[in-house]
């Protein structure tokens, strides 16, 4: 499902994880996170870590001491602004962190001038737990088009 708002207000979201918006030098913190909550394979860090290096990309971790506990970022182009790969790693999850770095994606594209937001994520289907969808929904975003996905057959 992909999500749309214009409503770039002032955001804050509490948590008890220390929250950084992480450059190249900590960019594998940021592919570690989301390839292990997207089940990719450790190959893919460094191509995900590269995207500190774009000045187009703004990439948040959450940290629980020096650990990294979940990552998200922001991709922007003019006016518009991309929210991509929220992510938390299992045994951080309910603490916060995708809310805290929703919030400062959220802040930091009005910052930079965006005036729309756009992200996605699975469709809400009966029997799941939905919660980037609920996530999503609570930052303000509007639910705009479902958008297949395709795969190969396994």
Known sequence: MKFHTSDLSPRSKKTPLRLEKV???????????????????????????????DDRWHLFVSY????????????????????EWGATSPKF????????????????????????????????????LQHSYRNIEKAGFQASILRLNYAPKR
């Open 93 to 128: 999850r309910r603490q916060g962190s995708q809310g805290a770095i929703m919030a400062a994606r959220i802040n930091l594209a009005r910052e930079l001038g965006c005036r729309h937001l756009f992200t996605e994520t699975g469709e809400a289907v009966p029997g799941d």
């Open 23 to 53: 450059g190249p030098s900590r960019g594998r913190d940021f592919g570690a996170i989301v390839c292990e909550a997207f089940g990719m394979i450790d190959a893919s860090v460094p191509l995900l870590a590269g995207l500190a290096t």
């Open 64 to 83: 629980s001491g020096d650990e990294p506990a979940g990552a998200g970022a922001l991709f922007v182009s003019g006016e518009n602004g991309w929210l």
